[in-house]
């Protein structure tokens, strides 16, 4: 009895140095000094806040994202919607919810002269919304119609995007995941399907952005096990591009990562990603998309035919989920993310409050780096 009493004691000291080397190990982000980010804290106030998204609407900075206890579906969450002339100094100008759901994933765009939000709305712990549903201000954001629903059952829109100001797009992906396809529209409620993006591995999380040549290019995020605890070793990213009217669609697969929440933005012809990066994809805990693993918030230069990793931002924990807007000469970019001084495993992070933070980056900097970086 007493030799097992000290296996046991022996088993307790190596669990409580495991946890505690999980919790108190330094953060290991590598930001790419030529960058130049200057970075800064928007909102630390002890909630779990994340799935953000930024645009500059007349003139100034609008922010919207979801802020809860912690990750996880609750009706608790709601979607706040910011604004500030600097990027520092931020007045809260509304706070959006659907009594008894949780929501989350807001995206912002002003389609047609009017401000219109997007979100997912979800009745689920586990965080699987089914619809899309929509609200629009007429005030630059101060006061917002209720929530309806999109007349696209199902289907969950992610960021839409326009050439010309007068036809939109999005993409979408499936509620039960497995599916993406493109949509379009004039007037940012009544949306017609265009193609399918891709079909199967688990398919969700798809992002669009538009080539010098007129052509698109879209990501997709391939599960293979649809929100698998452990992730799973053949996640990946499916690469898309098609010429107008977008309905040929030629694909390559990326494994540099499972692309998470992604925003894509253009600058000087080439792509680029913010989203969310797994360092270290090797063995049976840190498979791509495992709530043990590390993550990261990164910056991506995104190719027809490949996926390039640029740096990562400030960045750990649960984190990522970014918006982006070229203003001014720079790139300023806002993303959510646990402490920064940790590095926690995402599972950690996800009950634990986060923050939004705010950075600058000069264009001719992000250019540079992307030159630089074969």
């Known amino acids: 009895m007493r030799r097992l009493g000290q296996v046991l004691a022996l088993l307790l000291l190596a669990v409580a140095g495991v946890v505690a080397w999980l919790t108190l190990r330094p953060n290991a982000a590598r930001v790419d000094p030529r960058l130049g980010l200057e970075h800064w804290v928007v909102i630390s106030d002890g909630e779990h806040n994340s799935n953000t998204d930024l645009i500059l609407y007349q003139g100034e900075f609008l922010l919207a994202h979801a802020a809860s206890p912690y990750h996880l ?98 993409s979408a992906y499936w509620h039960d995941h497995g599916a993406s396809i493109l949509l379009r529209s004039s007037d940012g409620v009544n949306w017609s399907e265009v193609a399918q993006l891709y079909e199967g591995e688990a398919n969700d999380e798809t992002a669009i952005e538009f080539l010098p040549d007129g052509r698109m290019l879209a990501s997709a995020r391939l599960e293979v096990a649809a929100d698998s605890v452990l992730g799973h070793p053949d996640a990946s990213t499916m690469l898309m591009t098609a010429p107008p009217p977008y309905t040929q669609w030629t694909r390559t697969r990326s494994r540099v990562t499972r692309l998470d929440g992604p925003v894509l933005f253009r600058h000087e012809g080439r792509i680029f990603a913010v989203a969310r990066f797994q360092p270290n994809q090797s063995g049976p805990f840190s498979h791509p998309a495992s709530v043990l693993a590390r993550k990261r918030t990164s910056l991506f230069r995104l190719e027809p035919d490949r996926i390039v990793w640029l740096s990562d931002l400030p960045s750990a924990g649960d984190t990522a989920y970014a918006g982006v807007v070229l203003h001014e000469g720079a790139l300023w970019v806002e993303w959510y993310t646990s402490r920064v001084d940790r590095d926690w495993p995402w599972l950690l992070g996800m009950f634990l409050p986060s923050e939004i933070r705010m950075g600058r980056i000069p264009l001719d900097a992000l250019t540079a780096l992307s030159d630089a970086t074969p």
């Open 73 to 170: 579906g609750t009706p608790e969450s709601r979607i706040l919607i910011k604004r500030s002339a600097d990027a520092r100094s931020w007045e809260t100008l509304a706070t959006l919810n659907v009594a008894g759901m949780d929501i989350r994933d807001p995206k912002l765009a002003v389609i047609a002269g009017r401000l219109f939000l997007y979100a997912l709305p979800n009745d689920s712990v586990q965080a699987t919304p089914e619809h899309t549903v929509y609200a629009t201000s007429r005030d630059g954001g101060r006061t917002w119609s209720d929530f309806q629903p999109l007349a696209n059952p199902g289907w969950l829109f992610w960021r839409p995007k326009t050439r010309d100001g007068r036809v939109w797009y999005v």
